[in-house]
């Protein structure tokens, strides 16, 4: 099969990536979930009034007051605030320095996101060896961006030699921890034989554990049903009516190309 790699790398300084932007996608999806996880309102306001509803007024002045007093976990709720512009005026500066102390003072969700924003280049001059830095604090404390992260850049070497055991050894640690785009990422590599020796059934262990994983988006499903319609792995023989199943749950999930595999009556 023909498949491009999951994970997008961060694109060059002076150049677009190349790869599909699913590996953007899921990094975005994950700061939603941060941001809902760090400030519940957010998560329940509507999409144009979401600035204005993560704190209340006496909320604000209560965290401004332990950040600026050295609360790391204030001093990043603050620097994420800031960063974004939520409820305030935008100032990516201050919310950097925020974002900073909190990580130095270990904030593992910090450190992630910082790596995440060097990494990409969002708001700040990109800068792989802070981002390696940042996501190997995180990552020290298994912390799934990181390990995502971190995976991703010796996976297609940007700031660092490409390493694909490294990289292997990244995305097994974060498919552990439950990252679908791992799970996924672990069966290309065993399929291919990169970072490790090429084996078929544990690539397909690899995407039937990733279809099966409520995040997935509908990828893994899709690339399961490739299998069985194509036999090309000796893990799944050909089984069309596998091929359909497979193929109508990743179009359930709204995975683009799904539907058109589906046999029509």
Known sequence: MNRPSVLAPAPRPGGASRAPLFGILWKILLFSALLAFS?????????????TAVLTADEWSALAAKAEKGNPEAEYQAGLIYFNGLGVPADPELGLSYLAKAADHGVVA???????????????????????????????????????????????????????????GFFSRAAKKGEALAQIMLGEMHEKGLGTAPNPQKAFASYLLAADNPADDGYALFIVAELYASGANPAAPKDEAKAQEYYRRAADKGFAGAAERLTRP
């Not at 400030?39 to 600035?51: K, N, V, W």
């Open 39 to 51: 400030f519940p309102a957010f998560a329940q306001a509507p999409a144009d009034g979401a600035a």
């Open 110 to 168: 910090s450190q992630s996101f910082l790596g995440f924003l060097y990494e990409r280049g969002v708001g700040v001059p990109q800068d792989y060896q802070r981002a390696l830095t940042y996501y190997g604090k995180a990552a020290r404390k298994d912390d799934p961006l990181a390990l995502m992260g971190l995976a991703g850049i010796y996976f297609y070497g940007n700031g660092a030699p490409v390493d694909y055991k490294k990289a292997f």
